[in-house]
């Protein structure tokens, strides 16, 4: 059974950092996305790291600011978030897909539960 658990959202001002972590069990993945679904709106894709193909992708409104990892010997993966602004307010989460293009779109096999990030300005 593959289980993600998202951990590290907390509340903060704007322009601190926080950096979430992804943990993964049950399985070997290689496609793994983070997205997040503010009050009202719908879960959007924030970044992916599809660890066959070597690339990383993220949306325009986070480039330049946010940096996704892994952690292979941790099967974990990171998302660092610099300079956060009261729009990043979300809750964010973690999903295993089978292509980046379905990570572009939300399509995921697995996903975490969830972790609230807050940004108050």
């Known amino acids: 059974q593959v289980q993600l658990v998202e951990s590290g959202g907390g509340l903060v001002q704007a322009g601190d950092s926080l950096r979430l972590s992804c943990a993964v069990s049950?399985?070997?993945?290689?496609?793994i996305g983070w997205f997040r679904q503010a009050p009202g709106k719908d879960r959007e894709f924030v970044a992916l790291?599809?660890?066959?193909?070597?690339?990383?992708e993220y949306t325009d409104s986070v480039q330049g600011r946010f940096t996704i990892s892994r952690d292979n010997a941790k099967n974990t993966v990171y998302l660092l978030m610099n300079s956060l602004k009261p729009e990043d307010t979300a809750v964010y989460y973690c999903?295993?897909?089978?292509?980046?293009?379905?990570?572009?779109?939300?399509?995921?096999?697995?996903w975490g539960q969830g972790t609230q990030v807050t940004v108050s300005s």
């Open positions: 790291i599809n660890w066959s193909r070597s690339t990383i």
């Open positions: 999903g295993l897909g089978r292509s980046s293009s379905q990570l572009r779109l939300g399509v995921c096999d697995y």
């Open positions: 049950g399985g070997a993945f290689s496609r």
